[in-house]
């Protein structure tokens, strides 16, 4: 198959619970897929799904300029989390500075990364329960809580004020493969297969900040479905 230069894409965050899925999806739709670990055995891992794997760490931000500039994507696509295997409040106690990081210094290194190599898309991934108190249903216009969430509106802001075509997808709380739940909690539900594909259809669709959750009153999702033809219900067909 020859690949177009339009459709190179560089994955960080792909070997996470929605990146395997959306390396998937975008190989069978045709595109390159570049993607990145900290680990050599997860590389491996990552050929067998047929992505070109390199192993970097989103903090060395040299070798991560190099990493992405030899890629040569036309999109980049933030996919990253630092969040425990398993969900324990101890867990998420300790986890949750790592992951505040992860949204501002990786974001920012992350985006120098692909504006320095010519890269004409970036897309993020956000969360969908980050709103301000207020009467729901909350749209993409609703304020965020700027005390608990600053990194969340950090990496929001790098994305979609830097010159580069921003989408940021504000995802529910996720359930299904190799999530910490394989039932879908009580509220703004996602299924992981449904998120992977909202974010295949931002490659090539859509501007700014889209809700990604199921059909439900606390936030609404009527702008993705409008804009990325996106359908909460998809489901990766069984092989």
């Known amino acids: 198959?020859?690949?177009s230069s339009e459709r190179r894409v560089f994955v960080a965050?792909?070997?996470g619970?929605?990146?395997?899925?959306?390396c998937r999806l975008?190989?069978?739709?045709g595109w390159l897929v570049v993607g990145t670990t900290r680990s050599k055995e997860k590389a491996e891992h990552l050929r067998t799904l047929g992505v070109d794997p390199v192993v970097v760490d989103v903090y060395d931000r040299e070798a991560l300029m190099s990493a992405v500039d030899a890629a040569k994507?036309?999109?980049v696509v933030h996919q990253l989390t630092d969040l425990p295997k398993d969900f324990t409040p101890e867990a998420m106690t300790v986890a949750r500075p790592r992951n505040a990081r992860i949204r501002e210094v990786g974001t920012d290194n992350l985006v120098?990364?692909?504006?320095a190599a010519g890269a004409k898309r970036f897309v993020a991934q956000s969360i969908a329960f980050a709103y301000a108190s207020g009467q729901p249903p909350f749209s993409e216009e609703s304020p965020?809580?700027?005390s608990t969430y600053s990194s969340v509106i950090h990496l929001e802001k790098r994305v979609l004020e830097s010159d580069l075509e921003g989408v940021v997808l504000r995802y529910g709380k996720?359930?299904?493969p190799n999530t910490w739940t394989l039932d879908p909690p009580e509220e703004i539900p996602l299924h992981v297969e449904a998120a992977a594909d909202a974010a295949r259809r931002a490659m090539t669709l859509g501007l700014g900040v889209y809700n990604l959750v199921e059909d439900e009153t606390t936030v609404t999702n009527s702008k993705a479905k409008r804009e990325l033809e996106w359908k909460p219900e998809f489901r990766m067909p069984v092989s």
């Not at 619970?17 to 959306?22: F, S």
């Not at 975008?26 to 739709?29: A, K, N, T």
């Not at 120098?112 to 504006?115: H, N, P, R």
């Open 144 to 146: 965020l809580d700027a």
């Open 73 to 75: 994507p036309n999109v």
């Open 17 to 22: 619970a929605i990146g395997q899925v959306l």
């Open 13 to 15: 965050g792909s070997t």
């Open 174 to 176: 996720l359930y299904g």
């Open 112 to 115: 120098a990364a692909a504006v």
């Open 26 to 29: 975008l190989i069978e739709d």
């Open 1 to 3: 198959m020859v690949i």
